[in-house]
């Protein structure tokens, strides 16, 4: 997604560039959308790009096209390398592993993940790389890597329309992220429940943003057979509308997590949900990491869930720190453009 935005932004500067893109997870439809054509096969697999913990099956992995995927993708890159005049990573550092060993070309890294670089990765970047945007401004200043922070890019990636779902104004507004993944049903009556003891004690509004990559027929039918489920719930696909309208989030997602923080909503979390993904390590790990203080994680229980919430609704003074933590974190809006403009001028340079 970050990728495609990103073009979209270098074409509105200049129209004329030419792009071709090789998405290593995924169908790359936000490519697609925008009419740049997609080199390589390019279906989903088992783990869908989380190739660590327990749950991660090699042989799955291989049933599903794994070999033929991955080799299909170097092919295609070999046959296309001769055309690139520059190489855009986003995400973590395999695709500047991938570019060093299989395009030898000048490299402009985004780097959208926590994960530091192994040693492969840093003998590459340091032979290709031209430009790295950083994470977080700390990692800003690295002296063996031109390295720049100027934002978090997902802030882009956050669209509104204005709606305000026509909430009582006179309550608190919860904004409920599921997340993505299978957890976004597993965790449902967890989250029907929490939401359910909050309301006991504190009238508030409640708004589920509902990812496209979940059934949403699906998910609503769940919701509404949970023996603590309330008609005053509202469930919308409007992200950006439910991050607006909330004075807190409660989130079980990780990028969207982060788009929250970085737009200052205070959070809170519990892990689980039968994925990797929300195993008790990752969510610790992730909220450390990314959060760093705008979020705070609790175990997978409902009573201990509402409890959080409302202590956090009650203390205005709290809610404002973690707010401008994740505001601080994040940097704001413009990263995208900023960094469209940078390539655009390396560009002219050479």
Not at 92 to 107: A, E, W
Not at 119 to 147: D, G, T
Not at 169 to 193: C, D, Q
Not at 214 to 222: A, V
Request: glycine residues 8%.
């Amino acid at each position: 997604m970050v990728g495609a935005e990103l073009a979209r932004e270098l074409l509105k500067l200049e129209p004329q560039l030419s792009f071709f893109a090789l998405p290593i997870v995924g169908h790359g439809e936000p490519y697609q959308q925008l009419n740049i054509p997609l080199i390589g096969p390019h279906w989903d697999l088992p783990s869908q790009g989380i190739t660590y913990g327990p749950d991660f099956d090699v042989w799955r992995e291989i049933r599903a096209g794994a070999i033929q995927l991955y080799l299909g993708k170097i092919w295609a890159l070999f046959w296309f390398r001769r055309r690139a005049d520059l190489v855009i990573g986003v995400g973590d550092f395999l695709s500047s592993v991938i570019s060093g060993l299989l395009v030898k070309k000048p490299y402009i890294y985004v780097w959208t993940m926590a994960s530091h670089f192994d040693n492969i990765a840093k003998h590459y970047l340091k032979k290709y790389a031209v430009m790295i945007f950083c994470r977080f401004p700390q990692w800003e200043h690295l002296p063996e890597f031109p390295v720049e922070w100027v934002g978090n890019p997902l802030l882009d990636m956050i669209e509104t329309t204005g709606e305000t779902f026509g909430l009582d104004k006179n309550f608190k507004t919860i904004g409920v992220l599921p997340g993505s993944r299978v957890p976004a049903y597993n965790n449902l009556p967890i989250l029907i429940e929490t939401l359910a003891v909050i309301a006991k004690q504190q009238p508030v509004n409640i708004v589920f943003a509902i990812s496209p990559k979940i059934d949403r027929e699906k998910f609503i039918s769940l919701a509404k057979a949970q023996p603590h489920f309330s008609d005053r719930i509202v469930f919308t696909d409007k992200f950006g509308d439910v991050l607006n309208v909330s004075d807190l989030v409660l989130g079980l997602s990780a990028s969207g997590n982060e788009q929250a923080a970085g737009l200052g909503k205070p959070l809170v979390t519990f892990w689980g949900g039968g994925h990797i993904s929300r195993s008790e390590e990752f969510v610790k790990w992730h909220t450390k990491f990314f959060m760093k203080g705008s979020t705070a994680v609790v175990p997978p229980d409902a009573k201990l869930a509402a409890e959080k919430v409302l202590s956090l609704l009650s203390d205005p003074a709290k809610m404002q720190e973690m707010s401008d933590i994740g505001i601080k974190t994040n940097g704001g809006k413009g990263a995208l453009s900023t960094i469209a403009k940078r390539i655009i001028t390396w560009l002219k340079q050479n």
